[in-house]
């Protein structure tokens, strides 16, 4: 495989460290998107540097603001060259009942895991498909596809994430570019596995297989669909989900 540039958005939290992880394991060049009020950033490279991975390029910007996310693209295209490989791995969650939800929880939802797909792929998207190769994949969820009560703004844009995965696809086909969706069921994060104890319980026993699955099993399904031989899978949505059943 020859080595390409990819950019992962949401890099520093739990799927995203495994994504990148992931990716550089089998040869590319990372980039590592994170808000810019997160902190944490230069803890977070010590840690993989110390994991062994050193070579991690770190840029700030908010996915849900488009020029915060030119600037960003910008420098990462200054600092590693062009993006080939582009993961639209950020996400955030604001559950609550519709009936109690506010607008403003709706709306950052929506901004942050949906219209920053359009802010961060139209920065990348033209170029990939004039250089004639390129892999976008975006990550949805078991709850864009099933649904989730508490979570009608979270089903809404993970489930959009779907549509404009399988549209941008046909719009790339011929171009050499492939855009997928990858939509994970449950997944042992920190933030998961912090879960009061009980109720972790029942999510797991409501799987199949009863487990989570590992950040690293994402991982990998980036970097299969990012691979060379992935070029005649597009528009396709991969579950990763234990073997739930909700179709």
Request: hydrophobic fraction near 45%; aromatic fraction near 6%; charged fraction near 20%.
């Amino acid at each position: 495989m020859s080595q390409r540039v990819a950019l992962v958005t949401g890099a520093m939290g739990g799927l995203g460290t495994a994504i990148c992880q992931a990716l550089s394991k089998a040869g590319h060049k990372v980039i590592a998107a994170y808000h810019p009020q997160f902190d944490n950033k230069d803890q977070w490279l010590q840690e993989q540097e110390a994991a062994g991975f050193k070579g991690f390029i770190a840029v700030a910007g908010d996915v849900a603001d488009l020029d915060s996310v030119q600037k960003m693209v910008a420098e990462a295209e200054q600092q590693a060259g062009p993006v080939d490989i582009l993961v639209n791995n950020a996400g955030i969650t604001r559950d609550k009942m519709f009936a109690k939800m506010e607008r403003d929880q709706w709306d950052a939802v929506i901004n942050t895991n949906l219209s920053s797909l359009f802010n961060v792929t139209k920065q990348v998207s033209a170029k990939m498909a004039e250089r004639g190769w390129g892999r976008i994949i975006n990550i949805s969820s078991v709850n864009g596809v099933k649904g989730q009560a508490g979570q009608t703004n979270y089903s809404a844009a993970k489930a959009g994430v779907i549509g404009f995965t399988k549209a941008l696809a046909q719009e790339l086909a011929t171009k050499g570019v492939t855009v997928n969706a990858i939509a994970p069921g449950y997944v042992a994060t920190k933030m998961v596995t912090a879960i009061r104890a009980d109720i972790l319980e029942g999510i797991v026993n409501s799987v199949p297989m009863k487990r989570l699955a590992k950040p690293e099993e994402i991982g990998f399904a980036v970097v299969f669909l990012a691979d060379e031989l992935s070029g005649f899978t597009t528009g396709a949505t991969l579950n990763i989900n234990g073997g739930l059943n909700y179709q």
